[in-house]
């Protein structure tokens, strides 16, 4: 069975920092870009970052620049996304996404193109 699983998501103080992984069951991500996405309450889900198959593209939204880092390790099968800064803004639930390509790039989208995803993980970002 083909499963996404999220975790490391809670709660946080602004300013403090998250790790949430997104590891994959089932299937290897090695030929699979991956993005993360979030949703707060009464908003439209929102790319925040992805990364390619192999490592060597990764972007970010705007809103996250600097303070979001996407990394993988494909011999864990696993994709991490780094929070530092948190800000109340951040807090949502998030998403990762597996899309199967062979391009090298990735982009930020709302995901409509993402072909298997997690249930989601909660983080909030609240004094």
């Known amino acids: 069975q083909l499963q996404l699983v999220e975790s490391g998501g809670g709660l946080v103080q602004p300013g403090g920092s998250l790790r949430l992984s997104c590891a994959a069951s089932?299937?290897?991500?090695?030929?699979?870009?991956i993005g993360w996405f979030r949703q707060a309450p009464g908003k439209e889900r929102e790319g925040v970052s992805c990364i390619s198959s192999s490592g060597g593209s990764t972007n970010y939204a705007d809103s996250v620049k600097g303070r979001f880092t996407i990394s993988r390790d494909n011999a864990k099968n696993t994709v991490y996304l780094q929070m530092n800064s948190l800000k109340p803004e951040d807090t949502a639930v998030y998403y990762c996404?597996?899309?199967?390509?062979?391009?090298?790039?990735?982009?930020?989208?709302?995901?409509?193109?993402?072909?298997?995803w997690g249930r989601g993980t909660q983080v909030t970002v609240s004094s």
């Open positions: 089932g299937f290897t991500l090695d030929y699979y870009n």
């Open positions: 996404a597996a899309l199967h390509t062979f391009q090298a790039m990735c982009v930020i989208s709302p995901g409509d193109e993402y072909d298997y």
